[in-house]
């Protein structure tokens, strides 16, 4: 891809972004176009359906979410790290969650999954897991599958207590007490 | 309501419980009718829409919890009383979300809350939590809102680990061991 052609692309995911998140998935793609200040046919060239568009935010969200991971992989407190991560994906999806439903469904999984930066944010989570394991911060016996079944979950469970953000902590930290060694000591 | 209406009523519903469980809400009301050995008409008379179908479900499943929190209100075991409701609550949730998602929406949340199931569903697991929570076997600083947003999650959390049984047996595990008192003994 060109230079302006990649400035173009990131330019309407930023504008999407932001459109999407303040008002939802309903923005149409003319607004999307005047925002990020490129013509209609240019959005459409590298967005045909806003499906797509959607779909590229996602994705991109998934490769930062690796991006970050690795950045935590030696991380001095690998327990800090972990549950400071896990925290951060609860919240970005509790704000994103929306608009971004409509593609949360069983097929795109798969193709994250398959993707390479949903392979590579897999292995980064993975590593960080394992991490914390080590160092004696989380329980043994859960994997990346759990792992990130109870990432959604908490993100329900957050955007279900609504604006109370008193229930919410107590809600992660139920969650971090549940992930934490069972024999701990009390926290 | 008469005896017959009350019975066409009834028989409507299980048939809809049935095949939306099947083959998810795009089920024709026709079809419904046709199972329940009602006509079209006595259907409308009940249930003027597919959504008002679905909430009458939805709204007798809450009456159901609200009993069996109820019938557990004195069980020996509150502690076990307590985390097996928790468990057939997800087990169930999972089995139909598919079909309830489109009314899991605000507005259909607070039409149960003021409804008289729903304030009697809150108020018999509100009185199952703190029987749990007296007998020590649940944490303190948790109340119905955040026992309520953590079934949902964990839920989705369930759905979202599919058909792998070991893998939602591990999130229920640790959702289960951060409910508990956080000083608590090894498991």
Known sequence: MRADARRNRARVLDAAEALF????????????ALRAGVGIGTLFRHFPTKEAL??????????????????????????AAFFGLFSRMVEQAVRKRSYLDALADASFDSR?????VGQEA????????????SAGAVRRDIGVPELIALVVGASQ??????????????????????????DRAPT
Do not use: C, K, N
């Open 112 to 116: 994250i999954a398959r993707s390479t």
């Open 122 to 133: 897999v292995q980064a989570l993975g590593a960080l897991l394992a991490r914390a394991q």
């Open 21 to 32: 998140a303040d008002r939802g998935a309903s923005v149409s793609t003319e607004e999307i």
């Open 54 to 79: 959607l779909e590229a935010i996602l994705m991109e969200r998934v490769a930062r979410l690796g991006e970050e991971a690795r950045s935590l992989a030696t991380a001095a407190d690998a327990g």
């Open 157 to 182: 469970a957050a955007e279900h207590a609504g604006r109370d953000d008193a229930v919410r902590a107590r809600i992660l930290q139920v969650l971090f007490d549940g992930l934490r060694p069972v």
